[in-house]
Structures are given as structure tokens and as C-alpha cells.
T-cell receptor, first 109, second 115 residues
Framework: QKEVEQNSGPLSVPEGAIASLNCTYS??????FFWYRQYSGKSPELIMS????GDKEDGRFTAQLNKASQYVSLLIRDSQPSDSATYLC?????????FGSGTKLNVKP | ETGVTQTPRHLVMGMTNKKSLKCEQH?????MYWYKQSAKKPLELMFV???????ENNSVPSRFSPECPNSSHLFLHLHTLQPEDSALYLC??????????????FGPGTRLTVL
């Protein structure tokens, strides 16, 4: 079993719609959760971090964490073509830091 | 990207060559990391340095040798690599490694091809 699981996609949504990206993890002791965006040929850049159960909103982005279900998600409202990228979920438990393989998002104009 | 820089951006080397990758961070951070990103695979954490001391080595082959002379600079020395080592090598930095809520910032990466 992989430490962090993501659907590879591609996930296609029309411009203006809500994109929902999901991630599950196996280490119940994980305490920090991150979403990174990676454009093709570029390095990952941090979008959101979340540490406690519930929702955390930042502009058009909302991260949701459910530790009991070992599930973390990222919602992107009013999706734009510029949001088209691969989204990486990352999970940390002290000295263990794991990334998922990423979900490719396509936002169609 | 300007906070963490990496050189070279692209490198082609033979299996018998010796080369080095360089990373420099301008963020005042104390922890630096090397990651490997292969096609269709998750990012793999290779090495962690916290306050210039290596704290993690995730079963990386000895043909990869890291060096951290100070908190701002990190090197990855390469020798007798294999074609399967071809990948994007990413450097990252964070305030420190001990905080469990720490955020990592990535450099642009070095695209390595081993012939």
C-alpha cells in the first residue's frame, strides 16, 4: 500500500466550475498535510497547508481534513484555465514525509 | 523560485562521469532537502540536512553523496550513475526540520539524463 494515494486523472472541469481533488494516506500518526501545484516542467509550489480537522479556506482554495477517515481534499472554486496543473498531496509525520503521485487537472475554457 | 536556486538546470552525463548539483537558498532557512522526481512516480525524499547536519538518508545508493557546507548551500555529488537515475532532482528548504508544521519551498530542479 502506498503511503499517499491520489487518483492520477486527468480530471477535466469546465471553466468556472468547482474542481475537487482527493487524497488518502496510510499513516494514522500523520500531523501535517500539504497541497502543492506543479506545472509541467516546473517545480512544486505550495497551495495550502492544513493541520487540524475541518476546512481551511484561502481565496478560491479550500482544504478539508478528516483524520478519522485519513482523507484530505482540495476544492478549487471558479476554476480557471491557469489552474490546469498536477496537484500533489503531501503528508508528514515528524521525520516521515511522503508525496502522492499527483492528480492532473485540466480546466477547459 | 528565486528563494531557492539550483544549478545546472540541465545535465547530461555518462555512467563513468562525476558531476555535482548545487542548491542555494536565500530564505534564511536552516533545513535543506534533496528530492528525486521520476516520471509517473511520487516525489522521493533522498536526504535531509538540518543546521548542516544530515538527519535523514532514505536508503539512497552510495553513488549519490550529499554535502552541506553551511545552511545556505547544499550539493549532491554524483558518480557512476545508472540510466535509471535519470530524473528531475529537486532541492527544497524550510525553516527547520524539527517543526512538524514546517513548509518546504522548492527550487526549479535539475533535469538529469544519464546515458
Amino acid at each position: 500500500q502506498k503511503e499517499v494515494e491520489q487518483n492520477s486523472g486527468p480530471l477535466s472541469v469546465p471553466e468556472g466550475a468547482i474542481a475537487s481533488l482527493n487524497c488518502t494516506y496510510s499513516d494514522r500518526g500523520s500531523q501535517s498535510f500539504f497541497w502543492y501545484r506543479q506545472y509541467s516542467g516546473k517545480s512544486p509550489e505550495l497551495i495550502m497547508s492544513i493541520y487540524s480537522n475541518g476546512d481551511k479556506e484561502d481565496g478560491r482554495f479550500t482544504a478539508q481534513l478528516n483524520k478519522a477517515s485519513q482523507y484530505v481534499s482540495l476544492l478549487i472554486r471558479d476554476s480557471q484555465p491557469s489552474d490546469s496543473a498536477t496537484y500533489l498531496c503531501a503528508v508528514r509525520n515528524f521525520n516521515k514525509f511522503y508525496f502522492g503521485s499527483g492528480t492532473k487537472l485540466n480546466v477547459k475554457p | 523560485e528565486t528563494g531557492v536556486t539550483q544549478t545546472p538546470r540541465h545535465l547530461v552525463m555518462g555512467m563513468t562521469n562525476k558531476k555535482s548539483l548545487k542548491c542555494e537558498q536565500h530564505l534564511g532557512h536552516n533545513a535543506m532537502y534533496w528530492y528525486k522526481q521520476s516520471a509517473k512516480k511520487p516525489l522521493e525524499l533522498m536526504f535531509v540536512y538540518n543546521f548542516k547536519e544530515q538527519t535523514e538518508n532514505n536508503s539512497v545508493p552510495s553513488r549519490f553523496s550529499p554535502e552541506c557546507p553551511n545552511s545556505s548551500h547544499l550539493f549532491l555529488h554524483l558518480h557512476t550513475l545508472q540510466p535509471e537515475d535519470s530524473a528531475l532532482y529537486l532541492c527544497a528548504s524550510s525553516q527547520d526540520w524539527t517543526g512538524n508544521t514546517d513548509t518546504q519551498y522548492f527550487g526549479p530542479g535539475t533535469r538529469l539524463t544519464v546515458l
